[in-house]
């Protein structure tokens, strides 16, 4: 929201939704959804987001979601069924790990926003490589799915399906905190949600993500860097870049 997102609505298991209210802010709306008997969100979600998703802009799938089978293929489902500008994050990539090759993504307009742990686990390949090839395996990867991909970590890489590959050079070591990739997540989704392309909206969200953390770490200093600074500092940083 403090990117410019109008409205952002959590989709959430059904028996946490009422400790959830307590806690969110004012301006985060709710949508409930069947949870399996671990308490994730169900497969019999599936309609109740095909319906609300009429509504929407943009989806993110991910932050928070777990790895429960019927959750997996919930995820499954939304990716390949639902024709909305797509955002992949955190527990959403690990559910597509191993069944790339044979779905079929429904949007035209998909941005995955992998670590290196899970892009080892997207390409069936160790950390290592990954972190020895990072641009040639954005790359090759973005060009193979037709999607915006975004390799976080030292120097994150935004690669699109047309050769187009941005390395940003803003960011700190003390982003390295829980929750970080989760504002960057929601950035994109905002800057998507405003008309940009796939490409463009990561690409202005990790810069000013980095600068947003570079702000705060000023402030706080690298080691005290919570996730919650980044956010505070994100108006700071779009100013500067107006």
């Not at 994050?89 to 307009?109: C, F, H, I, Q, W």
């Not at 997540?185 to 998507?192: D, E, K, N, S």
């Amino acid at each position: 929201m403090r990117s410019g997102a109008g409205l952002v609505t959590l989709g959430v298991p059904r028996g946490i939704a009422g400790a959830i209210i307590k806690q969110k802010i004012k301006e985060v709306m709710l949508l409930p959804l069947p949870e399996t008997s671990e308490g994730s969100v169900a497969l019999g979600a599936l309609t109740q987001v095909k319906k609300f998703s009429e509504k929407a802009d943009i989806l993110v799938i991910g932050p928070g979601l777990d790895r429960n089978v019927s959750t997996r293929d919930l995820v499954r489902r939304i990716v390949t069924q639902i024709n909305k500008p797509l955002i992949v994050d955190a527990d959403g990539l690990n559910a597509l790990a191993g069944a790339m090759p044979r779905l079929k993504l429904k949007s035209k307009e998909v941005v995955f926003t992998p670590h290196p742990g899970e892009m080892a686990r997207l390409c069936g390949i160790s950390v290592a490589k990954v972190q020895a090839q990072r641009e040639a395996i954005a790359r090759k990867f973005s060009r193979a799915y037709k999607l915006t991909l975004v390799l976080k970590g030292h120097r994150t890489i935004v690669a699109d399906a047309t050769d187009r590959t941005y390395i940003n050079k803003t960011g700190n070591p003390g982003m390295a905190t829980a929750g970080s990739g989760d504002v960057l997540t929601g950035m994109i989704a905002a800057f998507l949600g405003q008309g940009l392309s796939a490409f463009e909206a990561a690409k202005y969200a990790v810069y000013l993500h980095g600068l947003a953390g570079d702000l705060a770490s000023r402030e706080k200093t690298q080691i005290s860097l919570i996730a919650s600074d980044i956010i505070d500092k994100i108006p700071q940083a779009i100013k500067k870049c107006s």
